[in-house]
């Protein structure tokens, strides 16, 4: 394919992309093929010759579109929100041009240094603590990961080598292993998968703190956890508080949480993967106070910022700490200002050596929108979650099982869990909106996230009829 | 920004894309700017309102592109080619449309079963044994990770997680701890440092098995370290095979090598980041004998197969070895057919949760350009590299410093390191090519790899005849 040929099919491929969108939610939001389905639809080997472009268009409607779920229906209520607006898919195509691979400032500076300024830019968004910025050249500053579980697991590791350097400091001979085996890492038993994965992947022991009332962390709970652990000689190092969690959206105490992991010197991650978006509008940024006790705080505008996968924020408060824990500087990769002290290599501070331009998605999006903008997309979901959640009151066989604070809403009939499970099913069989449930305790809870940015209260009011139309043929065949 | 001026912007980002590809030969290869250009070129915040578009672009030419290194240059000739063609940039665009979110086979069950199936389609162009694949219904398949680093790594965390199962069950009660400590790792000296860098991730000793005189590793000289630990009362349990080295593009002895591996119980992983994408020609195809013996194969189609970033192919015999390390299944990433046996939940698989539908990439290049068109991109790269070393050869004042078996020649001034320091800094001074260097032993070494898609002869001969007339100048000032 030449220039002028990409130039005929890339505008064909902006119009597919346009039409998708527009006509998204005229496609079934679930699809309805069975596992396998698209082996026998393709062939078995890659052809030796080229096949033709209009054959591979027409089989992105018959083999791929049958088997996608389309996260960005107005009708998907599932998971959490995954970003999609038109000026980050500007930007990507710009950044798949450029292809660089960011791994160092020489690699091309304008891809760090972009990086740099944007996560300067989105922290003062947030109002985060100025020590988390770069730009007033102090010890911190802000990196974009692929994913919040890899800022939870970059945390930690630097958190294990922070704590493994104390000790050995303390008590020279001691192994690496020797203190592995007595550092403990914490998080509320709302937290997500990915911090057990992150303390399984670095070795370390792993210990869930029970929850509140409200599925919250206090401080009283990890102080228990804590003494108990100490007083049976092992080494408290890691705690990850979670504003937002996954399944219901709760908020860790994180003002009683930080001033204790500072007492206690335990390095304190600040996970907000989906909430963090929230804290740009002022009447939500009480939710991040706290912030200014962590080491590291990350969230994913990439779930609810209008910037389209990947795109997870982390700021560290020292850099240092990050880039201490595995720096590995072969020849192939120096360069001229390598001990400058001027320059950021992003290679040190994620897991990954390559790394493409994510920043340019943020600078598209930040300036097309503009702050108002992005804090009128929040404000719209968060509204229609409230919609949502008045409705559900309204109908007494129906009840809220966690406080509704952003844009997630989670609820069940007033009834057994098998009576949900059934519900869910009858949901997700019918094809018509999608979602996914929750434990929370021992419930079985359906979750109802405001996902699309096409979301408007119709499809919301729509899916509640839906909804109700569901339980009320459930309820009267269990009347039979 | 709505769908209609969406496709009018879209259709002008595909023309910029086309103008910067077909005019980047015109653009300085590196930059000339220094570091902390950008942050005064640019506001120190977000704006409240959205910006004009106009002014966004007029910015790309203004404060990105200066601060761009151009690596489709037919310029540049640094670290190793990094892929860009059209057909993958139209397949990201849609990846970026469709944006799901393919952590299971429900969130997208096309994203999961084109994977599959695309890692089938290489894996056969390769000729890999078919354990490897997932067609025959067996143990083994492929899965996409986002870097070799990556690959890398989880393929230690599994050879560790089995290693402590087997030395548990033989030795009850022994601690995870207690296992990693004596747990050992090896990879050649001219390993990728991303080795090195996972062995400390997971907390486990790394040896580096000093390579022959070929900057290969030999079953000998790993039979030796072997040995040694073993006696030391230290457990090994992890090997990397290199096939293309970073630094020089050396072989390790796979077929030695393999045996051992497989005689002692070791896992096996290879890592063929560049050199992989060579192996679907016949005539390189020898360069993977020995792969039978692994447990994991790992290259990057995002190097040299046109698949731009990131799309870094993983192959395992048993993926039960890698699903069964981490596996953590909440109730909100649960679906019906989670435990049929049927579906692939790729989460398991890879270090982060998310992931982009990266396999039509590899689907829109694999039919764009056919087997043939594949080939013969290879195929040219190994050419213009002989084509470097001869001329090269020609010249009594350089040496070739280790052999040329695909597109990566490293050469220098027969003389002095400081010598050749000195000519690669009038060469990326002169910022007409631009080249990294590496160490061979304690040689100071320029590496001169073929990069752009768009390199050809003329550019070959013309980086020669700059880089002879810069040797002139220097040798001639030395003489003054």
Same mark, same amino acid.
């Given at each position: 394919m030449d220039a002028s040929e990409f130039r005929r099919r890339g505008r064909e491929m902006v119009d597919y992309i346009a039409d998708y969108i527009e006509g998204? /939610?005229?496609?079934?939001? !679930? @699809?309805s093929v069975e596992p396998g !389905?698209?082996?026998?639809?393709? @062939?078995s080997c890659a052809p030796q010759e080229p096949d033709a472009y209009e054959d591979i268009m027409k089989d992105v409607e018959k083999v791929i579109m049958p088997g996608v779920?389309?996260? %960005?229906?107005?009708r998907f209520f599932a998971y959490f929100p995954t970003a999609s607006s038109y000026p980050a898919m500007l930007a990507d195509m710009l950044c798949g041009a450029i292809?660089?691979?960011?791994?160092?400032? &020489?690699?091309s500076p304008a891809c760090t240094e972009l990086e740099t300024v944007m996560l300067d830019w989105l922290g003062k968004m947030l109002r985060l @603590? /100025?020590? +988390?910025?770069a730009e007033k050249g102090g010890a911190g500053g802000g990196v974009i990961q692929g994913s919040a579980s890899e800022a939870t697991l970059m945390a930690l590791l630097a958190a294990r080598s922070r704590a493994t350097r104390r000790l050995q400091a303390a008590r020279?001979?001691?192994t690496e292993a020797a203190v592995m085996e007595k550092l403990v890492a914490y998080a509320s *038993?709302?937290? %997500?998968?990915s911090v057990e994965r992150a303390a399984l992947i670095g070795g370390v022991k792993f210990k869930a703190i029970p929850s509140d009332g409200k599925f919250a962390m206090r401080a009283s709970a990890l102080q228990e956890a804590l003494q108990q652990d100490k007083a049976a000689g092992l080494v408290p190092f890691f705690v990850v508080a979670t504003?937002?969690?996954?399944?219901?959206c709760s908020f860790d105490h994180l003002s009683e949480v930080g001033p204790l992991c500072n007492w206690e010197d335990l390095w304190l991650h600040v996970d907000a &993967? !989906?909430?963090?978006?929230? +804290?740009?509008c002022p009447e939500f940024? %009480?939710?991040? *106070?706290?912030? /200014? +006790? &962590? =080491?590291s705080f990350n969230f994913n @505008?990439?779930?609810?910022?209008?910037?389209?996968? *990947?795109c997870s924020a982390m700021w560290v408060r020292k850099r240092a700490d990050l880039t201490g824990a595995f720096k590995l500087d072969p020849v192939y990769l120096r360069?001229? %200002?390598? =001990?400058?002290?001027?320059?950021? *290599? !992003?290679r040190h501070w994620q897991l990954p050596l390559g790394r493409r331009f994510r920043s340019l998605k943020m600078w598209f999006v930040f300036r097309l929108y503009g702050v108002t903008g992005l804090q009128a997309h929040i404000r719209k979901h968060v509204q229609l979650a409230r919609e949502f959640e008045a409705a559900v009151q309204r109908d007494p066989r129906f009840e809220i099982c966690a406080e509704v604070t952003l844009g997630l809403v989670c609820f069940r009939l007033k009834g057994s869990n098998k009576l949900n499970e059934d519900l869910l099913d009858r949901i997700n069989g019918a094809k018509e909106i999608h979602l996914v449930p929750c434990h929370l305790r021992d419930k079985f809870v359906l979750r109802f996230a405001i996902c699309?940015? &096409?979301?408007e209260s119709a499809h919301v009011q729509q899916a509640w009829a839906h909804i109700q139309a569901l339980a009320t043929a459930l309820l009267g065949a269990g009347q039979e």
């Open positions: 998204i /939610e005229g496609r079934q939001v !679930y @699809p !389905y698209l082996r026998p639809l393709i @062939p779920t389309h996260w %960005h229906s107005p292809g660089c691979i960011g791994f160092s400032w &020489a690699a @603590p /100025e020590a +988390f910025l020279p001979g001691l *038993d709302q937290a %997500h998968c504003l937002g969690t996954t399944p219901c &993967a !989906y909430a963090g978006s929230a +804290f740009i940024r %009480h939710l991040l *106070d706290g912030v /200014e +006790f &962590a =080491d @505008p990439h779930k609810w910022l209008l910037v389209n996968f *990947d360069h001229g %200002h390598q =001990d400058s002290g001027l320059i950021t *290599d !992003y699309s940015r &096409a979301a």
